[in-house]
């Protein structure tokens, strides 16, 4: 019997919002998101390659997850450096609901993994690291966390920065999708989906949250690794996020509400009011013109296009012209 969320009394969220929610049973705390609309108008200004398209989709997707968790107003942006074929992911969160990003690549570098079939989000990415930073205003300090990226994935990039950030046992699912509608006579459209799950586990007792020592690495040989043994109740926890299959993460017509009462009926969820988002970018001439104050004659020669300064955002491709 499908699941009628009316009978609940449960109004979906939708696309491009995130729903946090706890179940309370297992000291569990989450947020899941879907994004539809505003991915998609992000993904399609810039024409990305196929797995370039879907390695930022996952950075926005985590940021999203992330961003949402802000208290105040502020900015929380992830972006990584690294060796890979796309060198530089940008995804910027400004409170309470605008997302960006944009991505550095190198076309050809792409273009040969994907003819070996081996263009993983791992492999794009290679090695380097990649940065969350917090910035909550002009008159309050930023913070800053780093992941090392030696060949992992965005889901286990959150899970380290949590374990070793803030000793907060994370776990992650994301997941992105291609959507194809075709009408008769016509060529099908094209449209990408996506979304993703996060879950903490946050007990009132701090001893049941204790979390095994990270292994220095040159400990003496002989010496027996620190070993905690995990609740059963985030183990239980983790098993169900672990259950989530792809599909469910990226069709439209799997709600995140039915997706947590799938995983969560038997022990109660909690859901909590929805956070919108929207695709929109913070440029704007007068901060560009602010910009261009502080460039050297050499520098302003590199953005001067017949006579004109002209700069284009990399984010939303906005094209600004200043008479020089």
């Known amino acids: 019997m499908a699941l009628n969320l009316d009978d609940l009394g449960i109004t979906p969220a939708g696309l491009d919002a995130v729903r946090p929610f706890a179940v309370e049973e297992l000291d569990v705390r989450g947020r899941a998101v879907a994004l539809g609309p505003a991915l998609e108008k992000i993904l399609d200004r810039h024409a990305y390659p196929e797995p370039v398209s879907r390695l930022l989709a996952e950075a926005i997707v985590l940021t999203c997850l992330l961003g949402t968790s802000l208290k105040f107003d502020g900015r929380f942006t992830m972006q990584t450096q690294t060796d890979g074929p796309v060198s530089m992911l940008v995804v910027d969160f400004s409170s309470p609901d605008a997302i960006r990003a944009c991505a550095t690549f190198d076309k050809d570098r792409v273009a040969e993994l994907e003819a070996a079939r081996g263009a993983t989000p791992e492999a794009l990415l290679g090695h380097g690291h990649l940065a969350m930073t917090i910035d909550q205003g002009r008159h309050m300090q930023r913070y800053q966390g780093l992941v090392e990226l030696d060949g992992i994935s965005l889901e286990e990039v959150a899970r380290r920065y949590f374990e070793r950030s803030e000793q907060i046992p994370t776990e992650v699912r994301l997941g992105v999708g291609e959507l194809y509608t075709r009408q008769d006579g016509e060529e099908a459209a094209h449209t990408w989906t996506a979304g993703g799950v996060l879950i903490q586990f946050l007990p009132e007792a701090p001893d049941r949250m204790r979390q095994a020592d990270i292994d220095p690495g040159d400990a003496p040989e002989g010496v027996v ?23 469910e993460l990226t069709d439209p017509e799997v709600s995140v509400e039915m997706l947590l009462f799938r995983l969560f009926h038997e022990r109660g969820v909690r859901l909590f009011d929805p956070q919108p988002l929207v695709d929109k970018c913070r440029c704007s001439r007068e901060k560009i013109e602010g910009v261009l104050a502080n460039f050297s004659d050499e520098e302003r020669d590199h953005v001067r296009v017949d006579g004109k300064i002209v700069v284009t955002c990399e984010f939303c491709n906005a094209r600004y012209e200043f008479a020089d």
């Open 225 to 247: 690794p620190h070993v905690v043994d995990e609740d059963d109740a985030w183990i239980e926890a983790k098993a169900l996020v672990d259950t989530i299959k792809d599909v």
